[in-house]
């Protein structure tokens, strides 16, 4: 893991929702760059996105393999991950 960084969700104004490591000055952008994430394919959620970011994956959460790191353009959401949703995330 990258020091000083957030972990996060975001989706993007063509629907896609990614989890990964943010650098917290650039949460605020219609672009930015993730560090060691992965694409959520399924949210698998009952309470939507948010779930994802207080609770982590469900067991019907799908995603890709993680990669080094992904630009996203058309950033529309930016959730910060609590702990608890960090730790499942980095234990897939």
Do not use: F, K
Not at 9 to 29: A, C, F, K, L, W
Not at 41 to 68: D, K, M, N, Y
Not at 80 to 86: H, I, K, M
């Amino acid at each position: 893991m990258i020091p000083d960084t957030l972990y996060v969700v975001v989706s993007t104004d063509s629907r896609y929702t990614y989890v990964g490591e943010i650098d917290p000055d650039h949460r605020e952008r219609s672009a930015l760059t993730l560090q060691n994430a992965r694409m959520v394919v399924r949210w698998g959620t009952t309470r939507g996105l948010p779930q994802l970011a207080a609770e982590g994956p469900t067991a019907s959460t799908t995603h890709s393999p993680v990669v080094p790191s992904v630009t996203l353009q058309g950033v529309t959401t930016v959730n910060e991950c609590t702990d608890a949703a960090r730790t499942a995330w980095l234990a897939l």
